[in-house]
T-cell receptor, first 110, second 116 residues
Framework: TQLLEQSPQFLSIQEGENLTVYCNSSSVFSSLQWYRQEPGEGPVLLVTVVTGGEVKKLKRLTFQFGDARKDSSLHITAAQTGDTGLYLCARSQGAQKLVFGQGTRLTINP | DTGVSQDPRHKITKRGQNVTFRCDPISEHNRLYWYRQTLGQGPEFLTYFQNEAQLEKSRLLSDRFSAERPKGSFSTLEIQRTEQGDSAMYLC??????????????FGEGSRLTVL
């Protein structure tokens, strides 16, 4: 059972466009992680957000943690073909393991 | 390369056969995780070890699945009497104690299982 809902499930846009993907839960997170997974590879951690309202930037990627710590968004500015991949949000459960959402599969077309 | 390595990368087997996957974690990491990922889904937790102790198993891990980490280093995941529904990518990850707090798991490239 996935405790995290990600939307949209699929997104295909042209290079140079902006996009936002979302991660939502009915429960409060102590922290939330965003991972990116490329085909044939394991997921790689992009960022961890901890504080409600926190905004973190990683080059063209902006991550925001909701004030109530129940949701998060990832915004990509001027998308590039190299941004193509599966974007996963995750949260700790019981401080022992990570639980993942089903992911947003992003395709950037040249 | 000192990352997490998994072997084999691909395995095709017939229904009813047994398969075993191996994971070598980052050497200084004491936590090791196994996840399963099917097409279009995020990774689903199967089990994890702290050193050699298996501390949690998901209900997804039926009696046909067994995982070991005998010396607290590498781990194996065995599936007995495979079924077509076992077809998936099996991902291994490791972390340090600090990594658990920040949610930073280091994943291998996965072992893709196809059961015919």
């Amino acid at each position: 059972t996935q405790l995290l809902e990600q939307s949209p499930q699929f997104l295909s846009i042209q290079e140079g466009e902006n996009l936002t993907v979302y991660c939502n839960s009915s429960s409060v997170f102590s922290s939330l992680q965003w991972y990116r997974q490329e085909p044939g590879e394991g997921p790689v951690l992009l960022v961890t957000v901890v504080t409600g309202g926190e905004v973190k930037k990683l080059k063209r990627l902006t991550f925001q943690f909701g004030d109530a710590r129940k949701d998060s968004s990832l915004h990509i500015t001027a998308a590039q073909t190299g941004d193509t991949g599966l974007y996963l949000c995750a949260r700790s459960q019981g401080a022992q393991k990570l639980v993942f959402g089903q992911g947003t599969r992003l395709t950037i077309n040249p | 390369d000192t990352g997490v390595s998994q072997d084999p990368r691909h395995k095709i087997t017939k229904r009813g056969q047994n398969v075993t996957f191996r994971c070598d974690p980052i050497s200084e990491h004491n936590r090791l995780y196994w996840y399963r990922q099917t097409l279009g889904q995020g990774p689903e937790f199967l089990t994890y070890f702290q050193n050699e102790a298996q501390l949690e198993k998901s209900r997804l891990l039926s009696d046909r699945f067994s995982a070991e980490r005998p010396k607290g280093s590498f781990s194996t995941l065995e599936i007995q009497r495979t079924e077509q529904g076992d077809s998936a990518m099996y991902l291994c990850a490791s972390s340090s104690e600090a990594g658990v707090d920040t949610g930073e798991l280091f994943f291998g490239e996965g072992s893709r299982l196809t059961v015919l």
